[in-house]
């Protein structure tokens, strides 16, 4: 026969387990400094700036 495991128990550990992730993941998130949330915002700025530059052109031009 297998073990006798308390249901409660089981349940507060996986909801512990999934509230730690989630902790985890808010503080990648959100627990950045100042400067490394500007520099992040600079480089995403300057992604968007190098990808519209180098757009072709589709307009249609009326012949």
């Known amino acids: 026969m297998g073990t006798v495991v308390n249901l409660r128990l089981a349940?507060?550990?996986r909801d512990k387990a999934?509230?730690?992730e989630r902790a985890a993941e808010n503080r990648a998130k959100y627990g950045r400094a100042k400067g490394d949330k500007a520099r992040d915002k600079a480089e995403?700025?300057?992604a968007e700036r190098a990808?519209?530059?180098a757009r072709l052109d589709d307009e249609t031009t009326d012949e």
Request: hydrophobic letters at 25%; aromatic letters at 0%; zero cysteines.
């Open 11 to 13: 349940r507060k550990a």
């Open 18 to 20: 999934a509230k730690e």
């Open 44 to 46: 995403r700025q300057q």
């Open 51 to 53: 990808v519209d530059g």
